[in-house]
């Protein structure tokens, strides 16, 4: 069970590395396209291949994992791919990780060995022609209920005149961005399932290409969430959607089941619950940190005020009782006449 998680944190590594490297060499290119001058500027940049390079080995590495262990396996541990980025920005691109950040890290590690602990060899699973197609009707249906609650939510800001994006359409883009990655990576251990079980070795293309399209599709949702609503929202969506995809559907549709072993199992559950946390604080670990930073500081603050206004009241209530031990000027003028008259 080792051997398909190295090799998923590799592919993880290599697709989210990849996708850096691409998108730091891009910085002085031009947009892309089909002319063959951007083509050759794009081919001659060394940050910008050596990332697309990556990018189809991690595929290719991804493919092979699916290959030898269960989708409901695979899929979580490929969530810790933020991990490896982060550590990646923080030793090579020099950006400062916080607290967070690394208790998200080693969390994500954490539960990528109790996956490893917990996971256990499965035979091949007889897949159920009848599942497929109503894991396809389920998808499509959820689909149609997303988008539907999109539109009334898009039409609902225009008639409002709103600008901003709601967050129910930030959650709804990260979510189908989520379900698809995950049904993209079920998709191809579907195709090497059935190749296993003696179908014909063309499903095997064909499941990897419909995968293909159900990422990009996936990028396509991801994009349009990223570009108008917050990074963290549909970020942090999608991570979990993907996860939670490939773990349902491929114990539903595909026929996995959880280890037979107690303790196996509990080791199992754990690391995905705290790959799942890692994930979430790495992809909102700035924001938690300012939130926390404007909690303390609002706090502090108001020791403070609460402190100045006791010293205040304290000084004022001995201001106070001072006034009853001072003798006005006009009673001690009339005390001294009194007193010459009487000496005279």
């Known amino acids: ?10 592919a993880a590594a290599g697709n989210n590395i990849g996708k850096v490297l691409q998108k730091k060499g ?3 290119l031009p947009p892309l396209s089909f ?53 990646f920005s923080h030793f090579y691109l020099k950006e400062i ?15 990528t060995i109790g996956v490893g602990a917990g996971g256990e060899e499965q035979n091949a699973s007889e897949i159920s ?9 389920f998808i499509t249906i959820l689909f149609v209920l997303l988008n539907g609650w999109l539109h009334f939510y898009k039409r609902q800001r225009r008639e409002q005149e709103l600008m901003e994006f709601e967050v129910v359409e930030e959650i709804i883009y990260g979510l ?7 049904m993209a ?20 293309p064909i499941c990897i290409l419909i995968s293909i399209c159900c990422s990009a599709t996936g990028f396509y949702y991801q994009t349009r969430g990223l ?4 990074a963290i929202v549909v970020s942090t969506c999608a991570a979990v959607a993907s996860i939670i995809t490939g773990v349902v559907a491929g114990m539903l549709a595909l026929g996995e089941e959880l280890p037979s072993s107690p303790t196996a199992r509990l080791f199992l559950l754990l690391g995905w619950l705290l790959i799942i946390v890692g994930v979430i604080l790495l992809v909102s670990s700035s924001r938690l940190i300012r939130r926390l930073t404007w909690l303390y500081r609002r706090f502090k603050q108001s020791g403070t005020d609460r402190n100045f206004g006791q010293r205040s009241g304290s000084s004022v209530r001995i201001r106070d009782s001072s006034p009853s031990a001072i003798i006005q000027t006009t009673t001690l003028h009339n005390l001294l006449l009194s007193k010459a008259k009487a000496d005279s």
């Open 129 to 137: 022609i009848f599942r497929l197609p109503w894991l396809a009707f």
């Open 185 to 204: 990576s079920v998709i191809s251990k579907t195709g090497f399932l059935f190749l296993e079980q003696g179908f014909h070795e063309i499903l095997v």
């Open 97 to 111: 990780m916080n607290v967070v950040d690394w208790m998200g890290i080693t969390l994500a590690g954490i539960g």
């Open 35 to 87: 002319k063959l001058k951007v083509i050759r500027a794009y081919a001659f940049n060394r940050a910008w291949i050596i990332g697309f390079l990556m990018d189809i080995f991690g595929a290719v590495l991804m493919l092979r994992a699916l290959s030898l262990a269960p989708v409901s396996i695979i899929q979580p541990v490929s969530g810790c791919g933020l991990a490896i980025l982060s550590i």
């Open 227 to 230: 570009k108008h609503g917050r």
């Open 176 to 182: 189908e961005s989520g379900i698809l990655f995950g």
């Open 26 to 28: 891009t910085v002085i």
């Open 1 to 10: 069970m080792w051997e398909p998680i190295c090799l998923t944190l590799a």
